[in-house]
């Protein structure tokens, strides 16, 4: 699950604080029961323009990433949290909600790897097409030694 939070309207004290936003990357991973496997980077980043700079920050975890880049002039925060391992999205928005300040958000919540089905019940179509493919190679395979 890839969930992605826009946020707007945050509090532009703790939008600038490279600290806090790296503490936030250290402990963050361990708050939702995933593994930090690489200490936090943080970079305070100036642009051309006065006005944009911010702090962005990720943290390698075992399951993937978390990133947060701030816009503090703005009140903006963008944060990422990819995960092969499910964790509470909703948990997650209100989590960094509250670390921001955040007046409101627009979230998104993408779902990573398609190729697998992510019930029992959308596994069962791809199970018995899987199946039919392997009796079909081992039919043939038979076919080829009987014709040798």
Same mark, same amino acid.
């Given at each position: 699950?890839?969930?992605?939070?826009d946020?707007?309207?945050?509090?532009?004290?703790?939008?600038?604080?490279?600290?806090?936003?790296?503490?936030?990357?250290?402990?963050?991973?361990?708050?939702?029961?995933?593994?930090?496997?690489?200490?936090? !980077?943080?970079?305070?980043? =100036?642009? +051309?323009?006065? #006005?944009?700079? %911010?702090?962005?920050?990720?943290?390698? *975890?075992?399951e &993937?990433?978390i990133?947060?880049?701030?816009?503090?002039?703005?009140?903006?925060?963008?944060?990422?949290?990819?995960?092969?391992?499910?964790?509470?999205?909703?948990?997650?928005?209100?989590?960094?909600?509250?670390? !921001?300040?955040?007046?409101? =958000?627009? +979230?998104?919540? #993408?779902?990573? %790897?398609?190729?697998?089905?992510?019930? *029992?019940?959308? &596994?069962?179509?791809?199970?018995?097409?899987?199946?039919?493919?392997?009796?079909?190679?081992?039919?043939?395979?038979?076919?080829?030694?009987?014709?040798?």
């Amino acid at each position: 699950m890839h969930v992605t939070i826009d946020g707007f309207g945050g509090n532009p004290q703790l939008l600038a604080n490279e600290e806090r936003i790296r503490d936030l990357l250290d402990r963050y991973p361990a708050q939702i029961g995933m593994t930090k496997i690489a200490p936090p !980077f943080t970079y305070r980043y =100036v642009g +051309v323009k006065p #006005l944009d700079w %911010g702090i962005s920050g990720f943290v390698l *975890i075992a399951e &993937s990433h978390i990133s947060i880049h701030t816009f503090p002039e703005y009140r903006h925060v963008w944060v990422d949290i990819f995960s092969c391992k499910g964790f509470d999205a909703d948990r997650a928005v209100a989590d960094m909600k509250e670390a !921001f300040e955040l007046a409101e =958000v627009e +979230v998104r919540i #993408l779902e990573r %790897g398609l190729e697998y089905p992510h019930s *029992i019940r959308a &596994s069962v179509p791809l199970m018995h097409r899987e199946r039919a493919e392997a009796a079909e190679a081992i039919g043939a395979r038979a076919r080829e030694g009987a014709a040798t």
